[in-house]
């Protein structure tokens, strides 16, 4: 049956970021789709209440307090996924952001920690999952990458650039970890997660503009990215070296945020 090539029940995945917003949505979701999942975030109680939740909707997942920029934290995780589980089948490299900073006043090390979050940090837990994969002749690596690397958005240059770097890392371990492994992104849109409503309750008629501004006019289901990746993670996809973009239509940038001209 063709649903059956969804079930996930033999797979274990690792999802970095998954304490809250994209990264829980789409740990939440795999364990749904019967895999067992070992989630990691900075914040303990964070990681912890989303492996609770997992756990208590009948799904396999385990807790790692873990910084994804750290190699040490990072080899911790796949050393503790594989002795509890004895394998890794899928790897959502989720962690990632950035702060707001006009171009002018972006720092050096602002700059470069914003990519080390969104790009070092999902080369290293990709270089420490991959000779599992490769072990076991198979395997699936998700990077969540975002529109800005299209669009560009004011205020967040290193994110922008940063983005468009984990999509170039993207394309670039698809080519060499073929055939056992296949690579993907995905360039999100707006999705509604608590931090984005946070940010749009301090302007009102935000969410308007930005749903407005968007073809479908509406914000992203984070489910609906966790559906993605059951996709990208069945043995049989024949999906690799792509960039899915999750982002509702938009052929430009949909920030309400009003930054002005210099």
Not at 40 to 60: C, F, L, M, P, Y
Not at 85 to 99: A, C, E, H, K, Q
Request: aromatic share 6%.
């Amino acid at each position: 049956m063709a649903l059956d090539q969804f079930n996930l029940h033999d797979q274990v995945a690792i999802v970095t970021g998954a304490g809250k917003g994209v990264g829980q949505g789409i740990a939440r979701v795999l364990a749904e789709a019967g895999a067992a999942v070992v989630g990691t975030a900075r914040t303990e109680s964070d990681i912890v209440a989303t492996i609770a939740g997992i756990e208590e909707a009948g799904g396999r997942g385990l807790a790692v307090v873990a910084d994804a920029m750290s190699r040490s934290d990072d080899e911790h995780v796949v050393n503790t996924a594989m002795e509890r589980y004895g394998r890794i089948d899928i790897l959502i490299n989720n962690v990632g952001g950035s702060t707001y900073a006009r171009f002018l006043d972006i720092t050096d090390d602002d700059f470069r920690y914003t990519f080390d979050w969104c790009v070092t940090s999902a080369f290293i837990m990709s270089q420490l999952v991959a000779p599992h994969m490769i072990d076991a002749g198979r395997g699936s690596i998700v990077n969540i990458s975002s529109g800005s690397a299209r669009f560009g958005i004011r205020a967040l240059a290193a994110y922008c650039v940063a983005k468009g770097g984990l999509e170039a890392l993207t394309r670039a371990m698809a080519q060499e970890l073929a055939p056992k492994i296949r690579v993907n992104a995905i360039a999100l849109g707006s999705f509604a997660t608590d931090g984005l409503q946070g940010s749009l309750d301090m302007m009102p008629g935000s969410r308007e503009k930005m749903e407005e501004s968007t073809p479908l006019r509406r914000l992203g289901d984070v489910a609906d990215l966790g559906r993605l990746c059951v996709y990208l993670s069945t043995r049989d996809c024949y999906a690799t070296n792509a960039i899915f973009h999750v982002d509702g239509g938009i052929d430009s940038n949909n920030s309400p945020l009003p930054i002005p001209d210099y």
